[in-house]
Nanobody
Framework: QVQLVESGGGLVQSGGSLRLSCAAS????????MDWYRQAPGKQRELVAVITSGGRTNYADSVKGRFTISRDNAKNTVYLQMNQLIPEDTAIYYC????????WGQGTQVTVSS
């Protein structure tokens, strides 16, 4: 079983930055592909960014060039650096991994004011 705990959300003005963290339990973190999803009010949950065990990354078109996903295997943590935030980025952000089962964190709220 894998537990995921997100942190780092908050309220920021348009154009600002936030860094989200997701701490994972267990000793197999380094082999997991890790994802960040987000869900805005009234909308479906969408994939934001992915990082593989080898460090390959992929991003949703809406965040390319503004968001960066990274990982620190020594700390069992994945990060999402979010720059140039816009109001449309307002959502609950979730950490996720598929490790034989789909595991989700509890989510962290990001609110971007205009």
């Amino acid at each position: 079983q894998v537990q995921l705990v997100e942190s780092g959300g908050g309220l920021v003005q348009s154009g600002g930055s936030l860094r989200l963290s997701c701490a994972a339990s267990g000793s197999l973190f380094s082999i997991y592909t890790m994802d960040w999803y987000r869900q805005a009010p009234g909308k479906q949950r969408e994939l934001v960014a992915v990082i593989t065990s080898g460090g390959r990354t992929n991003y949703a078109d809406s965040v390319k060039g503004r968001f960066t996903i990274s990982r620190d295997n020594a700390k069992n943590t994945v990060y999402l650096q979010m720059n140039q935030l816009i109001p449309e980025d307002t959502a609950i952000y979730y950490c996720h991994t598929l490790a034989g089962y789909s595991y989700w964190g509890q989510g962290t709220q990001v609110t971007v004011s205009s």
